[in-house]
Every structure is written in C-alpha cells, then in structure tokens.
Nanobody, 123 residues
Framework: QVQLVESGGGLVQAGGSLRLSCAAS????????MGWFRQAPGKEREFVAA????????YYTDSVKGRFTISRDNAKNTVYLQMNNLKPEDTAVYYC????????????????WGQGTQVTVSS
C-alpha cells in the first residue's frame, strides 16, 4: 500500500499563490507517476497535473497551463503543486494521486488517493 498525505491548502484572494504538497509513504517503489486532481462543488473530479517520478515528464490540463507548476523531490517522496495567479474557478478540493502507470494517473484510475485539501479563492 501507498499512503498519500496532502498539505498546503487554504484561502487566498484571486491573483494570489499557494503551494500544495503531497508526501508518499509505504510501498513507494511501486509508484511511477504522481499527480493532482480537483473537485469543485457539484462538479466531477478533474485532472490537474501529473509528473513522472523518473525523467520528470509533466502533464497539465489546459486551464492551468502557465499558472500551475508540478514538481517532485525524489529523496522526500514528495510532489508539489505551485499554483500562481489563482482564480475563483480554481476553488476545489485538491486530491493527490499516485500509480505505477502515467496513463492511469492522468485518466483518474489510480490505485492510490489522498484525503484531499481545500483550496478556496475569493474574488
């Protein structure tokens, strides 16, 4: 099993920044890709960004390109999501996810999920 613990959410004004962190523990050798999804009230969970543990290939949904940056610290088994120029429509619960397959992470079919952290952007 792999455990994922998110942190860094909060309340910020539009145009502000937040950095989310997700620390992985347990059978981390089975993880090849980690990423972030988000779910706003009344909406389906949607893919935000992902990063491959080896090589560092990154994937983003179009609405966050140029504003969000995903990165990783292999030594700490931690992935980060730097969110700049936040907009009210970024308000959601953000979930960390991990899997041995990049396609499963991007497609939302990962084996492992965190509990989520709330991000609220006020206008």
């Amino acid at each position: 099993q792999v455990q994922l613990v998110e942190s860094g959410g909060g309340l910020v004004q539009a145009g502000g920044s937040l950095r989310l962190s997700c620390a992985a523990s347990g059978r981390t050798f089975s993880v090849y890709t980690m990423g972030w999804f988000r779910q706003a009230p009344g909406k389906e969970r949607e893919f935000v960004a992902a990063i491959a543990w080896i090589g560092g290939s990154t994937y983003y949904t179009d609405s966050v390109k140029g504003r969000f940056t995903i990165s990783r610290d292999n030594a700490k088994n931690t992935v980060y999501l730097q969110m700049n120029n936040l907009k009210p429509e970024d308000t959601a619960v953000y979930y960390c996810t991990a899997d041995g397959s990049s396609s499963r992470v991007v497609g939302g079919g990962s084996d492992y999920w965190g509990q989520g952290t709330q991000v609220t952007v006020s206008s």
